[in-house]
């Protein structure tokens, strides 16, 4: 059974190859009251095991393992044996990328595996909270269908070129977004008639391989915001770790022509990127224009920033609680009168469709009427 209360301790199983790191985790972790280490496994085979004979409320699970690598226990069991899973993950960028491809898979979070022996008890902290998130975490384990499952094999149309853009849809995600970003961004049609910004909460150097990941799944161009880009029609700019991703007009261009900076401020919310930041520049520029998703996550980074984007007229959903891993941000943006919407996850790339296509209509001077 998961933790009942605040008072229940928090079952941990840890999985890693290396014995240092195994007793690092045992320290880190049983150095919060809330927290217990039942067992440890050495390699993927022994975890599997553990993870069905112990029944653990959370795994703090390594990738590169022997005898069976951590997407491959994380995949057993999802299958067999669902549980939260915490990754333990290196900088590398083979690293990130793994990390992104079990984030996809089911596991609920991760912490970066320190680079040095000397750094190891910097991270117990953000160990410890990620774990106790994760112990409430309601888990989505199933495949995810597309709509474009030929998006990989399929050659995209080339850009046209045009930068100017009339509607912008921000999206904004933490804990369990990439999984919730699989199910949204892959099911936009190729000819979207918006540009798309996403602010994952994630360190540098992992939201390049997110980008990768939905590039690589979506038939939309997407790739990680570098300075100076422009907002263009179907193109989706993830904005980089460690840094606000920040809108403006272009000067001395057409009216519809906007582009990106990166901020390299103050951290929001304990995070950078922050959704908030960019939907204080968002709201103002594209107030109808904009449509606002708030995904999954902790906190209430979003609630602000749709607040006052929806007071200068932008659409703003949030993500149901049924659906959400976390429903924090939701919750947070739905309470503080950000939204009144809450959409259950499946049906989030229909209505971002819908409304694209009848500010298109609006714009083309259409009749249409826009329900949210």
């Not at 799944?217 to 460690?242: F, N, Y």
Request: charge should be neutral; hydrophobic fraction near 40%; aromatic fraction near 4%.
């Amino acid at each position: 059974m998961r933790p009942n209360g605040p008072s229940d301790r928090i079952r941990v199983l840890t999985v890693d190859d290396s014995l240092y790191m195994r007793r690092m985790l045992r320290k880190m972790l049983e150095g919060h009251p809330r927290i217990t280490v039942i067992d440890e496994a050495k390699d993927g085979v022994e975890a599997v095991a553990k993870c069905i004979s112990q029944n653990p409320d959370v795994m703090v699970l390594d990738i590169e393992m022997p005898k069976m690598d951590g997407l491959s226990v994380l995949r057993d069991i999802m299958i067999k044996w669902p549980l939260p899973v915490v990754m333990f993950s290196s900088l590398t960028q083979h690293g990130s990328q793994v990390t992104i491809e079990a984030l996809s898979m089911g596991a609920v979070d991760f912490v970066p595996k320190p680079v040095s022996r000397t750094s190891v008890s910097q991270v117990a902290g953000e160990l410890c909270d990620k774990v106790i998130q994760a112990s409430g975490a309601r888990l989505r384990v199933q495949e995810v269908k597309h709509r474009h499952e030929q998006a990989r094999a399929e050659k995209r149309k080339a850009f046209s070129g045009k930068a100017s853009v009339d509607t912008l849809v921000v999206i904004g995600s933490s804990t369990g977004g990439p999984q919730a970003l699989e199910e949204i961004v892959p099911n936009l049609p190729q000819d979207l008639p918006a540009a798309v910004v996403i602010c994952q909460h994630m360190p540098k150097g992992f939201t390049a391989s997110l980008a990768r990941r939905l590039d690589m799944l979506s038939s939309l161009k997407v790739r990680e915001a570098a300075r100076e880009d422009v907002l263009e029609p179907g193109l989706v700019l993830v904005a980089p770790g460690g840094y606000h991703l920040r809108l403006d007009k272009s000067p001395g261009r057409e009216r519809n022509v906007y582009h990106v900076y990166l901020d390299e401020g103050m951290i929001v919310h304990g995070v950078k990127p922050s959704v908030d930041v960019t939907l204080f520049d968002a709201g103002p520029l594209f107030k109808a224009r904009l449509m606002v998703a708030i995904l999954t996550g902790m906190g209430s980074d979003g609630a602000k920033g749709a607040w006052v984007a929806r007071q200068a007229g932008a659409t703003v959903i949030c993500q149901d609680r049924d659906t959400s891993v976390i429903w924090g941000m939701p919750k947070a943006c739905y309470e503080a009168g950000g939204s009144e919407t809450l959409v259950p996850l499946d049906d989030m790339a229909n209505m971002i469709d819908d409304f694209c296509n009848r500010r298109q209509a609006m714009r083309n001077g259409e009749k249409t009427h826009v329900t949210f």
